[in-house]
């Protein structure tokens, strides 16, 4: 039986690189009929060790859950980030049973919202930025001209301050190195498991990979 620290973050720049990495979190919190649910893209802001300092997003106003915050600031968010099934039909030892790898996050915070205009036009602009970065014409928000006002009118920004965070990157660790490699080959071939691949190498730095020669 594999203890809950074999799935750990080995530091804290791996919650910030999966946060990154897969910026669409939920943000769960409650509310006067239950629980209130909403997917956001999320900014990080990492502290001076790599880790989570803070996050940004944005609501709808229209949004109810943005009340509900306001009244209890109290969420929780959560990522999910690579993932894949593992099958037993991949190994030589088929008395494997069948399994799920993927890398995970959540983390508890308390929101505090900004209703100041230059602020969200700032975090608008990182957002985008980041986002559009890379990309052979990237967009640019004054693009939209006297519409980003109308539409900017419409959301209220937000910073989310952790006040817990919790992690499981089950990527194979407590593996056989035989299984292990047998895993990551599997799901090389199976096409899309790239990522998953990436972060199992990452959490297994040195262990070899089958050998296809």
């Known amino acids: ?24 979190a939920w943000v769960v919190s409650t509310g006067a009929d239950g629980l209130l649910a ?23 106003r229209s949004n109810p859950q943005v009340a509900a915050l306001q009244a209890d600031p109290r969420a929780l968010l959560l990522w999910m ?15 494997q049973a069948p399994t799920w790898n993927y890398a995970s996050a959540q983390c508890r915070v308390r929101i505090s919202f900004n209703d100041d205009a230059e602020a969200l036009r ?23 001209g006297a519409r980003y006002a109308t539409l900017a009118a419409r959301i209220i920004g937000f910073r989310a301050e952790p006040t817990r965070l919790g992690e499981r990157f089950k990527l194979g660790q407590d593996e ?6 047998d895993i990551l080959h599997g799901l090389q071939h199976q096409g899309g498991g790239q990522a998953l691949c990436d972060w199992m190498r990452r959490f297994n730095p040195g262990r070899p990979a089958r050998d296809t020669t």
């Not at 909403?38 to 880790?51: A, C, M, S």
């Not at 980030?81 to 008395?95: E, I, L, N």
């Not at 700032?122 to 939209?144: D, F, I, K, S, T």
């Not at 056989?176 to 490699?181: E, G, L, T």
């Open 38 to 60: 909403t997917p956001l893209p999320l900014l990080v802001h990492t502290g001076g060790d790599g880790g989570i300092a803070a996050l940004e997003g944005h609501f709808a």
């Open 176 to 181: 056989r190195a035989d299984v292990y490699a």
């Open 1 to 24: 039986m594999s203890s809950p620290s074999t799935f750990a973050a080995r530091q804290p720049g791996d919650v910030a690189d999966l946060a990154r990495a897969h910026p669409l």
């Open 122 to 144: 700032a975090h608008l602009q990182a957002l985008v930025a980041a986002h559009e970065a890379g990309r052979a014409e990237p967009w640019r928000p004054e693009e939209m």
């Open 81 to 95: 980030g690579p993932q894949g099934y593992v099958s037993p039909s991949w190994m030589a030892d088929r008395t």
